[in-house]
């Protein structure tokens, strides 16, 4: 009994080890398999690598070749006209043409002013900086090369365009001031000699930047442009204007198709009223949910008169409190006859609207409308076009066309 417990308990141990020694050698299969494939991947893996640093070295060769030919007209050859770019059609002069407004638009005009950019062939800018330009340098900002829309205003008697800004003081010392005009002129993307397109209430221009200088924290360009605007900028102040990036000179155009004013008695009179009821809608509206808001509450109605599309006059009604904190704002289209259409206005950060004068600035024949805008402890002056709504349903709006000397008190 014992005996055949001991040859049974034999037997099964033998069993037992037979199907180990079965998995042990399997597993030994399976690793020696991985093990293969993970090689053959580590071999593949040093053959793509062998690869693409020849290509590297290869493409770095050519690289480094092409430039060293062409370093010395480099600079020549981004500055010149394209042969295909020729003077602009009076379509596409236009921000209509454009598409101001839409986001297709907006990529279209980046895309037609990245192809039109022309820059002037000869110019001399400075490859390296003394130190203290250097770091002013550092402070400057400036728009997308693809912008071609700008504000131009007459500040201290004279016509400046707003080509960026620069976060630093520059203004008081005068080696400050040197040493910044100086950074801004090696490293602005208008240089001196690049042509813009003037358009104001007094019609068109050109214009011609002639160097550099700075308003309240703005890098502005100083233009050479036709005594008539010289003129109008030593006795009107801000005479926003906008400043379109052109290749070649226009004529002058005086804006004769509109006559903005003065407006009938009658209409005028209705606009009046308008101006008093829409003020008098507001205040008894919506009130600043603080205190210290409620005390400091203000209103302002603004009028400009113009040839509008549908229209003779835009009222801009606003009601603010504090540093513009809580604002509310009504805008309405007035035609020939009185009637009233409202429009949606959308200007980014400013809240608050002040009505300056209406002007062509796109040059479509239609009039637009250069305001005055404010937002919490900010402001500038934006010129303002009339877009049809997103669905035939939603009224009409105003939408930025350009912008220009912003200033924070903050």
Known sequence: MGRGRDQGLGTRLHQTMSVGRFHHEGIETALRGVANTVARSIAGLAVVAGLTACTERASAKTDSARVTASDTVIDSVVDQPSSRTGALSAQSDTALSVGIGSLRGSIDSALS???????????????????????????????????????????????????????????????????????????????????????????????????????????????????????????VEPLPATAQLVDSASEAVTDTACVRGPLPPPLDARIKAVRDSLEQVLRMGEKPPYERLLKSLKSRTTMAAGCFPGGRAIVVATLWAGEYEWVREQVVLVDSTGALAPLRLRDYRFRGHEALYALDGDGDGIDDLATRGYGPFLGGTSVLRIVDGRTPKDPRRLERMATGFAWESR
């Open 113 to 235: 002013a990245t192809a039109r950019r022309i820059r002037p062939a000869a110019r001399a800018r400075p490859k390296t900086l003394p130190p203290l330009a250097d770091t002013i340098a550092e402070r400057l900002v400036f728009p997308p090369v693809t912008q071609s829309w700008f504000l131009a205003a007459a500040r201290g008697k004279r016509m400046l365009v707003d080509i960026g800004r620069v976060d630093a003081e520059v203004r008081r010392a005068p080696a400050r001031l040197a040493a910044y005009k100086l950074a801004v002129e090696a490293r602005t993307p208008f240089p001196t000699g690049t042509r813009f397109r003037l358009r104001g209430p007094w019609g068109a221009d050109d214009a011609t930047i002639t160097g550099f200088d700075t308003w309240n924290g703005r890098i502005v360009a100083t233009v050479a442009t036709s005594p008539r605007v010289d003129s109008l900028a030593r006795k």
